[in-house]
């Protein structure tokens, strides 16, 4: 065992998520990681482009938020939250309150991004219930993307995700994502649904839908679909887990809305990728439909690890970071590093679009691709291979890099794409 390397190792017991093991090719060992780079065993370095997974968005790690779960640990290392509290979960919801969309006033706690959606989902279902109003039908866009576990799934409309599962799921009406060409349409949909169906939530990644390529749409769009819903007591469900904390330039997507969501969903980048925890938030009105003299009409759902000190503690730290003036001047340049970058490869033949909103950007190459066929691969290696890390969806590549990212840093996944771009 000594003799051989992680890559080898891992080979024996390990089943990785989203592989097919058959025909994937080896895993990469990774030993090390600092700021927006990671090394691999054999001491090549990467670029993360995507802070993994939107997750480290204050660099890896980050001295301020490391000491701050080091000192919390050696405080009190976890409690059940049931029964119990504990100052650094009540701290984070004072904190997030601050700055949370101004309808917000309670935060229940989860353990990751899918069990954030799949607890409003049930807050939503339960809410009607205890009203005495049953309703069964979900609303969510195509190809959104919520999660892994069967709520989650459900209002997730990227069919190579749900196909074994189709028959397992809950009910759920679709509509397209509104842009300023098909408003009218999508509203016409939606208000038809509204008319036939007994609409529970409106579950939505608001602005960008991440999964599904960094797809963009109206917020204009968006603001009359939820303006429509909350006109019939639909619940809004703003699946935030990829867009909070500073990715769209705001603090949350829903900042760029009038209309704001009943419920809010956060993970990723709350605990700033050291620590899983998730969060769903929900108005007063949502809440107040839970209390009652029968004990039944309480929110009976937790995860063992709910509100964990050391993911408060995590991210409590990322909150300072998260408007600080160091922090804010790199956003600000990374959105406007990406617009130049827009520019530039807009008109290139192999892009059909290119388009970046705060942090995010996303080209389409101008070719058709299987979601899991082999130019994703390719475009990976090519990458990979060129030490920056970039996972592309479908035909899109997309650059969501940690806020610290140096200016070189940054300029070298710029240059790496144009090769890529001339190259095909
Ligand atoms: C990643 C993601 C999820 C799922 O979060 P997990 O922590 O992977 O379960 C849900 N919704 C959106 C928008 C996401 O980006």
Not at 128 to 142: G, Q, W
Not at 162 to 169: I, Q, V, W
Not at 288 to 303: P, Q, T
Request: aromatic content about 10%; overall charge negative.
């Amino acid at each position: 065992m000594n003799g051989e390397n992680l890559s080898e190792r891992d080979k024996k017991y390990l089943w990785h998520p989203l592989t097919q093991h058959q025909t994937a090719v080896a895993r990469i060992g990774i030993v090390k990681a600092e700021g927006a780079l990671f090394w691999d065993e054999r001491g090549n370095s990467y670029i993360d482009g995507i802070a993994s997974w939107y997750t480290a968005m204050y660099g890896h790690g980050n001295k301020h938020i490391t000491k701050a779960i080091s000192e919390q640990m050696s405080q009190l290392d976890f409690v059940m939250f049931s029964g119990f509290t504990h100052e650094p979960a009540v701290k984070l919801s004072e904190k997030l309150m601050a700055i949370l969309p101004s309808n917000q006033a309670k935060i229940f706690f989860n353990d990751n991004g899918s069990t954030a959606v799949e607890a409003a989902i049930k807050m939503a279902l339960q809410y009607h219930h205890n009203r005495n109003d049953i309703r069964d039908t979900l609303i969510a866009f195509e190809d959104g993307f919520h999660g892994d576990t069967f709520g989650a799934m459900s209002a997730s409309g990227l069919s190579s995700y749900n196909g074994p599962f189709e028959d397992f799921l809950l009910k759920v009406k679709r509509i397209p994502v509104p842009q300023k060409e098909n408003m009218e349409e999508v509203m016409a949909q939606l208000e038809t649904i509204l008319a036939n169906e007994k609409c529970a939530a409106f579950v939505f990644e608001p602005l960008v839908q991440g999964a599904a390529g960094m797809k963009f749409h109206s917020a204009e769009g968006l603001d009359r679909l939820i303006e429509k819903c909350q006109e019939h007591d639909v619940l809004c469900i703003a699946d935030e887990v990829m867009t909070g904390f500073g990715k769209t330039g705001k603090n949350f997507a829903s900042d760029n809305l009038h209309n704001k969501p009943d419920i809010l969903c956060l993970s990723k980048a709350l605990t700033a990728g050291m620590f899983p925890l998730s969060i769903t938030s929900c108005t007063q009105k949502v809440f107040d439909a839970f209390l009652s003299d029968e004990v039944a009409k309480g929110f009976f759902h937790a995860h063992t690890y709910s509100a964990h000190p050391l993911g408060c503690a995590a991210a409590l730290a990322g909150l300072q970071l998260l408007n600080s003036s160091e922090i804010l001047e790199r956003r600000n340049y990374i959105a406007s590093a990406h617009k130049t970058f827009v520019a530039k490869v807009e008109n290139h033949p192999n892009v059909r679009n290119a388009r970046s909103i705060g942090v995010i950007l996303a080209i389409d190459l101008n070719l058709e691709t299987e979601r899991y066929g082999n130019l994703r691969d390719r475009l990976y290696n090519f990458f990979m291979a060129r030490g920056v890390l970039l996972r592309p969806l479908g035909n899109a590549i997309y650059v969501l890099p940690p806020y610290v990212i140096t200016n070189d840093q940054l300029q070298r996944i710029y240059e790496v794409i144009y090769e890529l771009l001339d190259s095909l």
